[in-house]
């Protein structure tokens, strides 16, 4: 994953599968990696998704945060 620096490394960690970036040669940087380490790239973001991101842990985080 490729995305947008938006503070987020201070929360998720970036890695292989998983790069900020805040100008154009720092989004080609991160593609540029993520090609030399595909497979690896790939297990890291998933993990990151299934860590992170999943359904679940949001949505309980959400409702905490509501007070519900």
Do not use: K, S, W
Not at 28 to 43: E, H, K, M, P, S
Request: aromatic share 8%.
């Amino acid at each position: 994953m490729v995305v947008q620096d938006t503070g987020f490394p201070a929360f998720v960690p970036p890695g292989p599968g998983l790069h900020a970036f805040a100008t154009l040669d720092d989004a080609v940087g991160a593609l540029a990696a993520i090609r030399r380490d595909y497979a690896g790239a790939c297990r890291h973001a998933r993990e990151m998704a299934e860590t992170h991101f999943r359904a679940e842990r949001v949505c309980e985080r959400l409702l905490t945060d509501a007070g519900c």
